[in-house]
């Protein structure tokens, strides 16, 4: 099976970075998927995750764990040093075809607010010459959007400069709430606030067909290039049922990856 996804010649965020103020938001998922279509667009990507030592992913990342931050106080730069990694790798972009992708663990919006303001980030970034955007994740509970309206309101102060994006999660469920509920009122007030962002929607996988393909330790594009044969038996399943997992991933793939990639496209920039 081919990939389904065909690439466009379009320009993306030298710097793309993906946070929330929740965990089990979606933000990892996401960050691997632009990943994707980073590469299918023929760029070299830096993958750095922002997370706890707990956390395993697959891939040649720099990892920075969140425990670290319990040692800012004898570094150089704070908290900022806990993150030097992450400014070498931005440093090391040579051209327009090079990027960082950050994965930012959720509960680190303080401390990413903090290091935003003490090195100046977006100034930094737009005195490189280097294009930003930043991803705001949110799934449809009343706190997480909550949260996210907070986020997107404090990005604007601390990095003016960086653009913004709203991904509205679908994993929890949809975003139509009943008229004069709660959680329509803080709806609302989101998309108030991210009249200034890029807000798209992030389908659900049906049926778990992604949850139990990356238990399998099967990446996106593994599950989309297996023969149906091949993946039953490593998901240990009828065929049938592989097949339908296959179907659900490559679904979710097309779809979310041309949200995104359209949500990322850098304005009035050529190819």
Known sequence: MTNPSKTNAVRLPAVLELCGHG????????????ELIYR?????????????????HRGDHIRIPTEDFAEAAVLVGGLSGVIAPLFAAVRDIKDDRSAVIIDWA??????????FVAT??????????????SVVVT???????????????????????VNRCLALNKRRGSFNFVTGSEQARIFDKLIQEA???????????????LKICDDAGLSI??????????LAA????????????QTEVVAWYVKTTDALRSALKVPNAKP
């Open 23 to 34: 965990t089990s938001l979606g933000k990892s998922l996401l960050a691997t998927t632009a």
């Open 40 to 56: 299918l667009a023929g760029y070299k990507v830096v993958m750095v995750r922002i997370e706890s030592k707990m956390i395993k």
């Open 106 to 115: 959720g509960g680190q919006a303080d401390h990413r607010s903090h290091i």
């Open 120 to 133: 100046r980030f977006g100034e930094r970034l737009k005195a490189m010459g280097l294009n930003a955007t």
């Open 139 to 161: 799934t449809n509970t009343a706190s997480d959007m909550t949260h996210a309206n907070e986020l997107l309101r404090r990005s604007e102060t601390v990095a003016p400069s």
């Open 195 to 209: 009249k200034g962002a890029r807000p798209f929607e992030v389908d659900a996988v049906g049926g778990q067909s």
């Open 221 to 230: 594009p593994d599950v989309i290039e297996s023969s149906v044969e091949m």
């Open 234 to 245: 490593q998901l240990k399943c009828d065929e049938f049922i592989a097949a339908a997992c």
